[in-house]
C-alpha cells in the first residue's frame, strides 16, 4: 500500500524555475529538483525559463533529464518568461508543450564561440607568451594570438556539428522537418507571438495559464492542486544591495568573457 506522501505528492503540481544563464551550478540545481519530482511521482512539472541560454553540454543534461521524466508518465509544461533563448529553447523544447507571453524573446538558434585576441595589447605593454605544445591546434584560441586559418576551420566544424545537435532536438521536439527549423534558425530572435506561428511555441498566455495546463493535461484540477516549487536557487547576498541590477549585469559579463571565453554557447548576446 502506497505511503500518505505518495498518495498527497500524487495530486502535486510541480514547479522548476530556470533563471539566469545555464551554466554548472544551474545544472546541479535542476537535476536534483528533477530527481526529487521524479521520486515523489509528481504528475505534472512546469517547468519556468527566463534565460538568455549558456553552455552546450549543460543544456542538453536537462534537456536529456526532462525527457527521462517524461518517460515516467509526467506531464512537462514549459512557460517561456522574458527571456528563453538559444539554450532556454533547447531547454524547453523538451516539454510537451510551450507557454510563451506574446513579448516574450525567443528564439536565437544557434551557436557562439568566442576567444579573445590580446596580441596587440600584450606586445605594447612587453608581454610575450613562450609555449610548447604537443601538436599545432594544442593552443587554439590562446590570447596572445589571433586564429590562424587552419585553426578558423575546425572551429567552425565544431560549431557546425553543435548547431546540428541543436536544430535536431528542436525539429524533435516541436514536431518539425529540420530544414524547416533551419530556415529560421539563424540566430535570429522572435517574439513568443513570431514564435507561435513558426511552431516553436504552442499557446500565448502567462505562467499562470501554463500552471493550468500542465494540470489538465496530467488529470489534476486547476483550482485546487496544489503547486510546489523544487529546486530554489540560493539567495544571493547582492539582493541586499542597492543597485543589485547593476551590479548582476555586469557581474554576468565578466563571467560571460572570462569563464567561457574559447566555449561553444547556445547563448543570446544581445
Known amino acids: 500500500m502506497p505511503w500518505p506522501w505518495r498518495r498527497k505528492t500524487r495530486r502535486t503540481l510541480a514547479r522548476i524555475a530556470i533563471e539566469g544563464p545555464i551554466a554548472g551550478g544551474t545544472r546541479t540545481r535542476v537535476l536534483k529538483a528533477l530527481d526529487q519530482v521524479s521520486r515523489r511521482e509528481c504528475p505534472a512539472l512546469l517547468l519556468r525559463l527566463d534565460t538568455p541560454g549558456g553552455t552546450v553540454g549543460d543544456s542538453q543534461e536537462i534537456h536529456a533529464a526532462l525527457l527521462r521524466l517524461r518517460k515516467k508518465g509526467c506531464r512537462v509544461v514549459a512557460s517561456f518568461g522574458n527571456v528563453s533563448a538559444s539554450g532556454g529553447v533547447y531547454v524547453g523544447v523538451a516539454a510537451e508543450k510551450i507557454v510563451a507571453n506574446p513579448g516574450t524573446i525567443t528564439g536565437s538558434i544557434g551557436v557562439i ?158
Open 113 to 270: 564561440l568566442r576567444g579573445n585576441d590580446l596580441s596587440r595589447l600584450l606586445e605594447r605593454i612587453g608581454v610575450r607568451f613562450e609555449t610548447v605544445k604537443s601538436g599545432p591546434y594544442k593552443d587554439i584560441l590562446s590570447p596572445d594570438r589571433a586564429l590562424s586559418e587552419a585553426e578558423r576551420v575546425l572551429l567552425q566544424e565544431l560549431i557546425d556539428s553543435s548547431y546540428g545537435q541543436f536544430v535536431t532536438a528542436v525539429a524533435q521536439g516541436r514536431g518539425l522537418e529540420e530544414e524547416v527549423v533551419r530556415r529560421f534558425a539563424d540566430g535570429r530572435v522572435f517574439s513568443g507571438a513570431q514564435a507561435r506561428e513558426l511552431g516553436l511555441v504552442d499557446e500565448l498566455g502567462d505562467e499562470e495559464r501554463a500552471r493550468r495546463l500542465a494540470a489538465e493535461l496530467a488529470g489534476l484540477d486547476p483550482e485546487h492542486c496544489k503547486t510546489v516549487t523544487f529546486g530554489k536557487a540560493p539567495g544571493r547576498l547582492a539582493a541586499l544591495v542597492p543597485g543589485r541590477s547593476l551590479l548582476e549585469t555586469i557581474g554576468m559579463a565578466l563571467r560571460l568573457e572570462l569563464a567561457w571565453a574559447g566555449q561553444p554557447l547556445w547563448l543570446f548576446r544581445p
